[in-house]
């Protein structure tokens, strides 16, 4: 039996309705049109801390006995749980000390000690939210501070589940599908938990990232399991290891798991970006990649897509292009032998080139006792489709290549 009960978020929603921000479901023009179904955003990322996890942060915080925190609280955080307790810390008076992975965005770092002010203390440890969460938890044992876990307790699902029944409350037709993403598994817990007892039809679909597939891993085996490597990207859904308690709720609620490349979310953040002016975060875009993999059941469909986040930083973004346009096969990097002879470069460029290819980086190393020289070439074409006849060309013409894209060591090396 589930641990969360309908009641438990109800109980939930009355400690945060003065306390969250109540965020619109919003019908989206654009991927309603896409899809041709109507789709929904629940644009959490409108939420105080521009994400869901203030709901479970403050609800268990507000929920402990003033003994237990008289040492303060302590958390491990990728960055939005830590944005949502350092609220709660200076809403509820009480001292944090949080704990975050090295690799966090700096914008998330400074926005959990705008929340917190002068009640948090941040600790920058580790390469991922586990090597943060082991460190936090020891501190906590060894200061007797109250650990306030991103997903793993029921409190904290009870107010993640708010979100649910918000969705529930605002939606006036019956919801087809419902698209969560999945980190620890507290937020769809919650969610599934109260939409599946209003609901029982509504197809729970989690999203998690292709590099972290904790839960659909977990799932498939019978049991939680911890991933030995996770991709680091999706940074608010890159955990190795779900919640116990989460993974006996989605047992029972969730209906199917989309994995999604990192490059189709970050093509995701900038259509949203673009054609919305909609800031999305990695996990908060997964759930909206995922439509692409269910355009034919969700057709005609009502679909709910949940937002989850949205601190993005600015920085990120040319880094996010590039992974999109590779996704997308129009960004391709080669090493290419060229003669060391006049006129191989315009050859290059006037017959193997193709009219609406372009060059983004060249680096010739030009050797002066070799007959041909190498040279880094990345070229970005506007169709996906113009890439073979690229290829044909530069075998006709006789330019020696070796395609960087499909070695992952040697890309990264280089690029």
Known sequence: MSKIHIEDIIIANQTLKDVVTHTPLQKNQV?????????YLKREDLQVVRSFKIRGAYHLMHSL????????????????????????????????KIFMPTTTPRQKVEQVKLFGKEFVEVVLTGDTFDDAYAEAN?????????????????????????VGMEIMNDIEESIDYLFCSIGGGGLISGIGTYIKSISPNTKIIGTEPAGAPGMKESLARNKVVELEKIDKFVDGAAVKRVGDIPYEVCQSV???????????????????????????????AMPISALDFYKDEIKGKTVVCVVSGGNNDIGRMEEMREKSLRY???????????PQRAGA???????????????????YAKKNNKTNGPALVGIELSNNKDYQPLIDRMQKKGFQYNEINKEESLFNFLI
């Open 254 to 284: 969730i209906d199917d798991i989309s994995l999604v490349p990192e490059g189709k979310i970050c093509t995701t953040i900038l259509e949203l970006y673009n054609e919305n002016a909609l800031v999305a975060e990695p996990a908060g």
């Open 31 to 39: 991927l309603s049109e896409r899809y041709d179904a109507n789709v």
């Open 138 to 162: 020891e501190y906590g044992e060894n200061n007797e501070m109250a650990f306030i876990h991103p997903f793993n307790n029921e409190k904290i699902i009870a107010g993640q589940g708010t």
């Open 345 to 363: 470069l315009r050859e290059f460029l006037h017959e193997v080139l193709g009219p609406d290819d372009d060059i983004t980086r060249f680096e």
């Open 65 to 96: 006995p003033k003994e237990r925190m008289k040492n303060g609280v302590v958390c491990a955080s990728a960055g939005n749980h830590a944005q949502g307790v350092a609220y709660s810390c200076k809403a509820l008076q009480v001292n944090g």
């Open 328 to 338: 997308e096969g129009l960004q391709h990097y080669f090493i290419i032998d060229f």
